[in-house]
Nanobody, 118 residues
Framework: QVQFVESGGGLVQPGGSLRLSCAAS????????MGWYRQAPGKQRELVAF???????NYPESVKGRFTISRDNAKNTAYLQMNSLKAEDTAVYYC????????????WGQGTRVIVSS
């Protein structure tokens, strides 16, 4: 069974930065496209970044220029560097594979909570 363990969340002031980590088991982050997702209270889970096996990255307008997804193949870990954080970035952040069918995935980790507040 594929497993993802997210870490690195916490409380940060607006304008601050955090780096999230995602340790993957039973799946190679270098082989699959990987994504970072978030779910804010009362909202649906949304995609915030993905990286393909070839290294192509993509972001929605809401985080473009502020978030950067990367991976360390040797550590089988994906990362999300988040800069210039805003209150609206407050959410639980998850990682998983990425595909057009990501909304059907059932193998989610516990996520890591990010709270942006002064």
């Amino acid at each position: 069974q594929v497993q993802f363990v997210e870490s690195g969340g916490g409380l940060v002031q607006p304008g601050g930065s955090l780096r999230l980590s995602c340790a993957a088991s039973r799946i190679g982050v270098s082989i699959y496209a990987m994504g970072w997702y978030r779910q804010a209270p009362g909202k649906q889970r949304e995609l915030v970044a993905f990286i393909t096996s070839a290294g192509y990255t993509n972001y929605p307008e809401s985080v473009k220029g502020r978030f950067t997804i990367s991976r360390d193949n040797a550590k089988n870990t994906a990362y999300l560097q988040m800069n210039s954080l805003k209150a609206e970035d407050t959410a639980v952040y998850y990682c998983n594979r990425y595909s057009s069918g990501w909304r059907t995935y059932v193998d989610w980790g516990q996520g890591t909570r990010v709270i942006v507040s002064s």
